[in-house]
């Protein structure tokens, strides 16, 4: 006789639990409108923020999809399919939904403190190495300042918000290289030019410089407001000085 998969029911309250808790916090952060709001929805089967509720908790399940998918969650769970043609669609404005979120919570962590405390933008950049890719989009030499070498992934800039307390995540730019020489890998060919997906790639091809501004000047229009910028001491070079009108 075949055998029949039977539920833990200590692990099925703990992820009804789980689940629980992430549908009160997202109906407090109002995800589910922001989501509409960006134009990131579907046309049929599970809602985009089911499938983004699924995405956000394997943060803290420790799991990712294909252990996920392995799990007693299993029989619950949408196919790998729906999973990846959302994490994949190219005209989901991303950018737009953490900006929207992240001023949210920006406005509250402001209603608590004093209109006398300084507030910052804090840019900081990260190598992410993938030196076992080959065929990964984009893939390319990048300069790593904390070896001083070139080694093969991206460069990860990206911009946050903080009271000295508390902080938040605005902006990102994955950079690959401007530098065609130093690309291994370039843009798929099946992309509409029209996507938000096609725009952050050529976006990829920023200088450092150019992406730093342009993270700002984003972050300005959106509505956040600091008193002083931080950075590393590396980015204060001629380019970036004269983008910015100190030279």
């Given at each position: 006789m075949p055998t029949r998969k039977v539920r833990n029911p200590m692990l099925q309250q703990h992820s009804l639990s789980e689940q629980s808790r992430f549908s009160k916090l997202f109906a407090t952060l109002h995800i589910g409108q922001t989501l509409r709001q960006v134009g990131?929805?579907?046309?049929?089967?599970?809602?985009?923020?089911?499938?983004?509720?699924?995405?956000?908790?394997l943060v803290f399940e420790?799991?990712?999809?294909?252990?996920?998918?392995?799990?007693?969650?299993?029989?619950?769970?949408p196919g790998k399919d729906v999973i990846y043609r959302f994490l994949n669609q190219a005209s989901f404005a991303w950018r737009r939904f953490l900006q929207a979120l992240s001023l949210r919570i920006v406005r509250h962590f402001?209603?608590?403190?004093?209109?006398?405390?300084?507030?910052?933008?804090?840019?900081?950049?990260?190598?992410?190495?993938?030196?076992?890719?080959?065929?990964?989009?984009?893939?390319?030499?990048?300069?790593?300042?904390?070896?001083?070498?070139?080694?093969?992934?991206?460069?990860?800039?990206?911009?946050?918000w903080s009271d000295g307390f508390s902080f938040a995540p605005l902006d990102f730019v994955m950079l690959s290289s401007a530098k065609i020489t130093?690309?291994?890998c370039e843009i798929a060919s099946n992309l509409s030019k029209r996507s938000h997906g096609y725009k952050r790639r050529i976006e990829a091809f920023s200088r450092k410089?150019?992406?730093?501004?342009?993270?700002?000047?984003?972050?300005?229009?959106?509505?956040?407001?600091?008193?002083?910028?931080?950075?590393?001491?590396?980015?204060?070079?001629?380019p970036?000085?004269?983008?910015?009108?100190?030279?």
């Open positions: 990131i929805s579907k046309s049929f089967g599970l809602s985009s923020l089911a499938i983004f509720q699924i995405v956000f908790s420790g799991k990712n999809w294909f252990h996920l998918l392995e799990s007693d969650r299993a029989a619950d769970l402001e209603s608590l403190i004093s209109s006398q405390r300084v507030r910052v933008f804090i840019i900081d950049d990260s190598v992410l190495s993938r030196n076992r890719s080959k065929k990964a989009e984009l893939l390319a030499r990048v300069f790593d300042h904390s070896t001083g070498k070139f080694i093969k992934g991206y460069t990860m800039l990206t911009l946050g130093n690309r291994l410089p150019d992406a730093v501004v342009a993270l700002l000047e984003r972050a300005l229009h959106a509505g956040f407001t600091a008193d002083y910028v931080l950075m590393d001491c590396w980015f204060t070079q001629t970036l000085l004269r983008l910015m009108g100190f030279l």
